[in-house]
């Protein structure tokens, strides 16, 4: 089994920034991709950045250059640094990760979501 806690959103002004973490802890072995989704009021989840093991980078285009991805893997730990918030970067954000126990690998782990407001 897999937890994933989330911390770091809040409310927030446009051009403003927030961090934030998800820690994950349980019986885990390997921890492979780590990211982050984020939904939108009225919207599909979409996954806004992702970062692999080995440390490829992936992010949404509306989030590039602005939003930076990152792992501590001793931490077990990914961040999402948002700088330039934008009103259309509100919404639920929730961190997954892949991981396995050594034996097999687990189902898709989720964080409980945390909420990022960007308005003035």
């Known amino acids: 089994q897999v937890q994933l806690v989330e911390s770091g959103g809040g409310l927030v002004q446009p051009g403003g920034s927030l961090r934030l973490s998800c820690a994950a802890s349980?019986?885990?072995?390997?921890?492979?991709?780590m990211g982050w989704y984020r939904q939108a009021p009225g919207k599909q989840r979409e996954l806004a950045a992702l970062i692999t093991s080995g440390g490829s980078i992936n992010y949404v285009d509306s989030v590039k250059g602005r939003f930076t991805i990152s792992r501590d893997n001793a931490k077990k730990t990914v961040y999402l640094q948002m700088n330039g918030l934008k009103p259309e970067d509100t919404g639920v954000y929730y961190c997954f990760a892949d991981a396995s126990s050594g034996v097999s690998s687990y189902p898709r782990s989720w964080g409980q979501g945390t909420q990022v407001s960007v308005s003035s």
């Open positions: 349980g019986s885990i072995f390997r921890l492979n991709a």
